[in-house]
């Protein structure tokens, strides 16, 4: 039962322009969600997150977008680098719980 | 302050026998969490232990799998009688109770 869904593989984008990553959950009791950074070899490292109470959190080039109604968040990356190539994961957490429950990850290539 | 480290980073074992992964987390946190990425798949959560105590055992195989955090010295994932759908990637996280830190990751192949 994959209650967090990455249903996009991978992504190229140019770079400059903006990348778009999307998510969706099907668990209501979700409450907080955080996107991940993987590079190849290495462990995944925290990006961004945001709260169910908010629709919006931004950080630098990195905005996460939350719409409850349609349990659907997305990462958007503007401007797009190079160094931001790497695997991107999705993951959510129940409210007062500890473990995160991931999404398949997406490839993002920014290509120069 | 060193980062959460595992060791061994890559692990070769033969059928049948056992694997031990060893996950030192970040100085001051006493909240570890193990997690595995099969091929082409997102992490999956294991299990969650404070010192000397399993929190939450809910991702752990019901078999051949345990999880250890003793007072003193590193969390151990052991895995006995490897089978060839064991191999993946073991990622250890620790936080002090919100806000995990990742180590890199054992990768463990069973030939």
């Known amino acids: 039962d994959q209650q967090v869904k990455q249903n996009s593989p991978s992504l190229s984008v140019q770079e400059g322009r903006i990348s778009i990553l999307n998510c969706d959950y099907t668990?209501?009791?979700?409450?907080?969600f955080l996107w991940y950074k993987k590079y190849p070899a290495e462990g995944p490292t925290f990006l961004i997150s945001?709260?169910?109470?908010?629709d919006k959190n931004e950080d630098g080039r990195f905005t996460v977008f939350l719409n409850k109604s349609a349990k659907h968040l997305s990462l958007h990356i503007v401007p797009s680098q190079p160094g931001d190539s790497a695997v991107y994961f999705c993951?959510?957490?129940?409210?007062?719980?500890?473990?995160?429950?991931f999404g398949a990850g997406t490839i993002l290539r920014v290509k120069s | 302050n060193a980062g959460v480290m595992q060791n061994p980073r890559h692990l070769v074992r033969r059928r049948g026998q056992e694997a031990r992964l060893r996950c030192s987390p970040m100085?001051?946190?006493?909240?570890v969490y193990w997690y595995r990425q099969l091929p082409e798949e997102g992490l999956k959560f294991m299990v969650y232990?404070?010192?000397?105590?399993?929190?939450?055992e809910s991702g752990m195989p019901k078999e051949r799998f345990s999880a250890e955090f003793p007072k003193e010295g590193p969390s151990i994932l052991r895995i006995q009688q490897v089978v060839r759908g064991d191999s993946a990637a073991y990622f250890c996280?620790?936080?002090?109770?919100?806000?995990?830190?990742f180590g890199s990751g054992t990768r463990l192949t069973v030939v």
């Open positions: 668990n209501s009791m979700f409450d907080y």
């Open positions: 996280a620790s936080s002090r109770g919100d806000g995990y830190t």
């Open positions: 100085k001051g946190h006493s909240h």
């Open positions: 993951a959510a957490r129940k409210e007062y719980g500890n473990k995160l429950v």
């Open positions: 945001i709260s169910s109470i908010k």
């Open positions: 232990l404070q010192k000397e105590n399993i929190i939450d």
